[in-house]
């Protein structure tokens, strides 16, 4: 794989990320600052690192279960793992400026 094919893939996994939803805040996971890690190797396997707004999520694992399956259907990935990880602590200053306006943080 090509570096610029290597970087289509992290942009499209990107894209993917920004269709996935916690059902309790009306905004996507990566603009949230909930996304860590992409990690696409050339073979195009997959790591991401991710967290929540709190550890005790009760939609932890559909959310979890979302990210790996539309990151896995994603053109150029052969295997996708997702890594719940809570160090560094999420705060609202990870999150998009749109999605600080979004939620009334500006």
Same mark, same amino acid.
């Given at each position: 794989?090509?570096?610029?094919?290597?970087?289509?893939?992290?942009?499209?996994?990107?894209?993917?990320?920004?269709?996935?939803?916690?059902?309790?805040?009306? +905004?996507?996971?990566?603009?949230?600052?909930?996304?860590?890690?992409?990690?696409?190797?050339?073979?195009?396997?997959?790591?991401?690192?991710?967290?929540?707004?709190?550890?005790?999520?009760?939609?932890?694992?559909?959310?979890?279960?979302?990210?790996?399956?539309?990151?896995?259907? +994603?053109?150029?990935?052969?295997?996708?793992? +997702?890594?719940? +990880?809570?160090?560094?602590?999420?705060?609202?200053?990870?999150?998009?400026?749109?999605?600080?306006?979004?939620?009334?943080?500006?």
């Amino acid at each position: 794989m090509t570096q610029e094919e290597h970087s289509q893939i992290e942009q499209r996994i990107i894209e993917v990320l920004k269709t996935v939803f916690d059902p309790e805040i009306p +905004v996507n996971i990566y603009d949230l600052g909930l996304i860590y890690k992409i990690d696409v190797d050339m073979e195009g396997k997959t790591d991401i690192d991710m967290t929540f707004t709190a550890p005790s999520c009760p939609a932890a694992d559909f959310i979890i279960e979302d990210v790996r399956t539309k990151v896995a259907a +994603v053109t150029g990935v052969t295997s996708a793992t +997702v890594n719940m +990880v809570f160090e560094p602590e999420w705060d609202k200053s990870m999150m998009t400026e749109e999605a600080r306006v979004e939620l009334g943080f500006e």
